[in-house]
């Protein structure tokens, strides 16, 4: 694969960096595609590069990636991120045509994500032997219906007690506040003090993160996901669970017990509502499902 890309690639990821303000898994992502696709024509098509590349290769190049048996969202992600650094090209004038113009992308998937029962929330927080970081995690993530990144990524100041809240980093470094419940911050309460102590235990570097590991250290997103999975596994959920099902979780919830999509959008923060709306389908089907359960004729 090529590894060196050239003065435009790079202005396109700085661009992102520094205008879009995208996060660094998301800007590896895109280097990573804009990479491939680099290798793909060095190799097919040495005669072109990127100025000279028309609407046939890109085609070739969709083929491709459906070829190899990748995920669809991934494909998906895969040609946007070249869409895009087309679209910055022409607005650069490195090519005065866009050969992306009057091409149909493929269309995501519309799955209806996987969503615990409240029943299942009730058996995982009555795991015994539930430490009491791994349970406020937890508590977190179906209190505040935050992206596990967002979870690693608190501070201890981002908690208001006062407001009963949290201030969260989302994508695109985008803040948004989301509530916190009373036993949830009670369990934040709890958890300072055994923080401190590992601290003082572990004679660890202060740190402002909210969540430690073993050693003292902010954990990190493989960490955490390793921790919550042993809970999901041991609590006997028979579903394909991860700590995003939590936030799945916590908007299906939310809209079976009447809020709103405007404000399950607002504290999920999302910046569609249609992205929202996929969970209307959740409850819907829920629903559904209920009613021929219940109903005589069906």
């Not at 696709?37 to 070739?60: A, E, G, N, S, V």
């Not at 501070?155 to 006062?162: A, H, I, P, R, T």
């Not at 079976?256 to 249609?274: F, I, P, Y």
Request: glycine residues 6%; positive net charge.
């Amino acid at each position: 694969m090529v590894l060196e890309l050239d003065e435009h690639a790079r202005g396109f990821l700085q661009r992102l960096r520094a205008e879009r303000q995208f996060s660094a898994n998301t800007l590896k992502a895109y280097t990573i595609d804009i990479c491939e696709f680099y290798d793909f024509i060095k190799k097919k098509y040495p005669q072109h590069d990127i100025r000279t590349c028309d609407r046939l290769i890109l085609r070739d190049y969709f083929s491709y990636l459906n070829g190899r048996r990748l995920l669809r969202s991934s494909v998906i992600r895969k040609i946007a991120a070249l869409r895009s650094y087309f679209r910055h090209i022409v607005r650069e004038e490195v090519i005065t045509k866009n050969p992306f113009l009057y091409m149909s992308m493929p269309k995501r998937e519309k799955r209806i994500p996987v969503f615990l029962s409240e029943t299942e929330i009730g058996a995982l927080f009555s795991l015994h032997g539930l430490p009491l970081r791994d349970r406020l995690m937890l508590e977190v993530l179906y209190t505040g219906g935050l992206r596990i990144e967002e979870l690693v990524g608190l501070n201890e100041g981002d908690v208001d007690f006062w407001g009963g809240s949290a201030r969260v980093l989302g994508k695109g470094n985008k803040e948004r506040i989301v509530p916190l419940g009373t036993r949830c911050l009670s369990y934040v309460r709890d958890y300072l003090k055994e923080r401190e102590q590992l601290i003082r235990r572990q004679k660890a570097d202060r740190t402002a993160a909210l969540f430690l590991n073993r050693s003292g250290a902010r954990i990190t997103t493989r960490g955490a996901r390793k921790v919550l999975h042993r809970w999901f596994v041991l609590a006997g959920l028979n579903k394909k669970v991860s700590p995003h099902t939590m936030r799945h979780t916590f908007a299906t919830h939310l809209l079976d017990r009447g809020c709103d999509l405007r404000s399950v959008q607002e504290m999920l923060g999302h910046s569609s509502l249609a992205t929202t709306q996929i969970y209307t389908h959740v409850t819907a089907e829920r629903l559904k499902k209920v009613y021929e359960k219940a109903h005589p004729r069906p």
